[in-house]
């Protein structure tokens, strides 16, 4: 049998739901920061042996993607050392223990609620280990889905990742919305001679104090879930013909595929496993500087400037309610917009959605920086930047892991994978920490700076990516040979 029939259908996409669930993790844990971002910003404004600025915050709201760096750097080697599925495991415990210590930081060594230096210290080191979680799952989930699925659905399966990254985003989003319920976000006042920032009087103490701690911890409940669940898949094929199991390789490769098609993969994985034994070089610079590439251009052309601090967008742009219910309305249109790469990057390929989403996405950033330079407020800026997180949905949003997942031949995948995961965290890090002085600085340039690199990016895949469509994963060695 060489298709797939609807018991080994069923094994294969309860397996890829588990996997996912890694990036579910992967979107919470990165955007839950936009709902809590201002309480927090406000609870350190209050410390009195330091003044906490906007230099300080841009660095506390992204200090998870400091770990993200770290945990997509050692995600090759723990991938090769523990397997795909053990690291999986290891990174929703950090899930868990962050959520907790984000929660309630002061454990064990501080006063509860009292902000100083050493309180935001251990805050961004609990969050910091999450974001060693995100880098681990960011880069061993789409390895452990496209190690698992067969190449005519694989594109469809790993995108399926990107969809949970979003999914998760959407949830955090809604469950922010409904832990602030009827409180507000604190009131900032800037000084006019000193320009530094105050709690209003008028506040509303829970969001300083509390409201920012339950967004945090809600993310314990998913991370608990991830990590029993990892006790029910296997491990996959590629893994373990690595680790001289092929006996065990083959029995899962029969359930997802049958058994004559499940023989044929083995002899591709087995000619190509040496992934031990072949240097990161093997197959040229060129694959390197791609890889290396895609993660950066997803990072430069600035979504997650705006995914994390959404409410803060929308509220400036003139919407009503602190921009918490524009801010899942955006989630809901970026589901949709990932369900269109998720049912078409299998049929139209790679290349041509991630063209048509850099451009796109530069019309919805140049449309945002004319808004803002011509002083309008209100649907025009709210819509231009949904169109912008739209068009980054249906194309490097998922594309770019598909990619990344796949475009690496067997023996250099998990080496190649880690430094391109690793770079694409350093320039989410570098957009996301430098986003609130930017655009304090104005709207206007940080936007148009983005819309300049969405258009670069279009040109940088026309030009130079692949195309992958179809193509198997032992595939790659001879198109990088050529």
């Not at 996912?20 to 992967?26: A, K, R, V």
């Not at 491990?235 to 006996?247: A, G, M, N, S």
């Not at 049912?343 to 850099?358: E, H, M, N, Q």
Request: proline share 3%; net charge neutral; charged share 15%.
């Amino acid at each position: 049998m060489t298709n797939t029939d609807n018991g080994r259908k069923l094994y294969l996409y309860s397996i890829t739901i588990v996997a996912i669930l890694g990036g579910l993790l992967f979107g919470y844990d990165t955007a839950v920061i936009s709902g809590a971002e201002k309480g927090l910003e406000a609870f350190f404004l209050q410390a009195t042996d330091f003044q906490y600025d906007k230099v300080m915050h841009g660095i506390t709201s992204s200090s998870a993607l400091i770990g993200c760096v770290i945990g997509g750097a050692l995600s090759g080697f723990f991938a090769s050392r523990l397997g795909r599925r053990n690291s999986l495991r290891l990174a929703s415990v950090l899930f868990f223990l962050s959520a907790l210590g984000s929660f309630y930081p002061e454990v064990l060594f501080f006063d509860y609620g009292k902000p100083d230096m050493s309180l935001l210290i251990a805050f961004n080191l609990y969050r910091v280990l999450g974001g060693i979680g995100v880098g681990l799952a960011s880069a061993v989930c789409p390895m452990y889905i496209a190690e698992i699925a067969p190449s005519n659905i694989r594109g469809t399966l790993v995108s399926c990742n990107q969809f949970a990254i979003i999914f998760g985003m959407l949830v955090v989003y809604f469950v922010n919305f409904l832990i602030m319920g009827d409180h507000q976000n604190p009131i900032l006042i800037k000084d006019s001679v000193t320009g530094a920032l105050s709690v209003g009087a008028q506040s509303d103490l829970w969001s300083v104090q509390t409201g920012w701690r339950y967004m945090f911890v809600s993310e314990a409940f998913p991370a608990a879930l991830f990590g029993l669940l990892l006790f029910f898949v296997p491990k996959t094929p590629r893994y373990l013909v690595l680790v001289q199991q092929e006996e065990k390789a083959f029995s899962i490769l029969e359930k997802v595929n049958g058994t004559s098609k499940a023989q044929e993969i083995l002899a591709e994985i087995k000619s190509t496993a040496q992934e031990k034994t072949e240097k990161l070089f093997s197959y040229g610079v060129a694959v390197i500087v791609i890889g290396i590439l895609l993660s950066v251009f997803q990072q430069a052309i600035g979504i997650n400037a705006v995914l994390y601090y959404a409410p803060r967008v929308f509220e400036s742009a003139g919407a009503e309610g602190g921009g918490m219910m524009q801010t899942v309305i955006m989630g809901i249109v970026n589901i949709s917009f990932t369900l269109i790469a998720i049912f078409t990057v299998d049929r139209f390929g790679r290349k041509p959605l991630l063209i048509i989403g850099s451009i796109g996405m530069a019309l919805g950033a140049f449309a945002v920086a004319l808004c803002d330079h011509m002083g309008i407020k209100g649907i025009m800026p709210v819509l231009s930047v949904i169109v912008y997180a739209a068009f980054f949905m249906m194309s490097w949003g998922p594309i770019c892991w598909v990619l990344i997942s796949e475009i690496f031949p067997n023996t250099i995948r998990g080496k190649a994978v880690a430094i391109a995961v690793a770079f694409q965290w350093i320039f989410n890090y570098i957009i996301s920490s430098t986003f609130p002085a930017l655009y304090d600085f104005s709207p206007m340039f940080a936007y148009s700076l983005y819309g300049i690199i969405c258009v670069a990016a279009a040109i940088f895949v026309w030009r130079w990516v692949p195309e992958t469509k179809g193509k198997t994963l032992e595939d790659m060695s001879k198109l990088w040979r050529r």
